[in-house]
Nanobody, 129 residues
Framework: QVHLVESGGGSVQAGESLRLSCAASGYGYSGVCMGWFRQAPEKKREGVAAIGPGGNTRYGDSVKGRFTISKDNAKNTLYLQMNSLKPEDTAMYYC???????????????????????WGQGTQVTVSS
């Protein structure tokens, strides 16, 4: 059973930083595609960032240059470093992962793209102005 647990969310002021973590268990982590999505109240889920097994990354347009996704294979942990946070970054942030052999997460959930198979419970990020 794949299990994803996010942590690191919180309330910050605009311009500050946060680092989210996602601890993964239940399968061979190093060869898996993983990513972060977010959803604000009354808004659609949005793909934030994704990373493939070889370290290739994708970012949503609204976070490029501010957010960085990375993973530590030894710790089975995915990270999202969020800098220069804005009030519009306020949302529930979800860690997501694909089953072995798939990499839907790199599509960031855009129209026509399949979604990853596994999801965490989410961690709230609130940015005030």
């Amino acid at each position: 059973q794949v299990h994803l647990v996010e942590s690191g969310g919180g309330s910050v002021q605009a311009g500050e930083s946060l680092r989210l973590s996602c601890a993964a268990s239940g399968y061979g982590y190093s060869g898996v595609c993983m990513g972060w999505f977010r959803q604000a109240p009354e808004k659609k889920r949005e793909g934030v960032a994704a990373i493939g097994p070889g370290g290739n990354t994708r970012y949503g347009d609204s976070v490029k240059g501010r957010f960085t996704i990375s993973k530590d294979n030894a710790k089975n942990t995915l990270y999202l470093q969020m800098n220069s946070l804005k009030p519009e970054d306020t949302a529930m942030y979800y860690c997501a992962a694909d089953r072995i052999g798939y990499c839907n997460v790199l599509g960031l959930g855009r129209p026509g793209q399949s979604l990853p198979d596994y999801w965490g419970q989410g961690t709230q990020v609130t940015v005030s102005s």
